[in-house]
């Protein structure tokens, strides 16, 4: 019966450390992350589950003639976004990570 008591104790832990988790990922998911490209000629704005939540786009970087650059203006500044996403979801959901085998 000896090793019930540390497995009720390991339970409540994991529990807990699901809670936190839980709680962590909701806070980073209410974070937004902003990227921009050249210069702020567009600028997204997503959350932390990697929805987006805005875009802008400067008048200046519209031209009519050149809609690839555009485009292209738009793909790296969601891409910074998410890049940054990422990282901070490594940083902050990482720590959970660490020392559990498969993770």
């Known amino acids: 019966m000896r090793g019930m008591g540390n497995m009720q104790g390991m339970m409540k832990q994991m529990q807990k450390m699901q809670k936190e988790m839980a709680e ?3 806070a980073l998911n209410e974070k937004e992350f902003i990227g921009s490209a050249s210069s702020d ?3 997204v704005t997503m959350t932390g589950d990697k929805k987006m939540k805005d875009i802008v786009i400067k008048p200046e970087a ?3 003639d050149d809609i690839d650059m555009l485009q292209d203006l ?3 500044a969601t891409n910074i976004a998410l890049d ?3 990282n901070e979801t490594q940083a902050t959901m990482g720590k959970f990570t660490k020392g ?3 993770f």
Request: glycine share 6%; hydrophobic share 45%; proline share 11%.
């Open 41 to 43: 000629l567009v600028t």
């Open 100 to 102: 559990i085998p498969g």
């Open 74 to 76: 738009i793909l790296m």
């Open 84 to 86: 940054k996403v990422d």
């Open 62 to 64: 519209v031209d009519p």
């Open 24 to 26: 962590t990922q909701e």
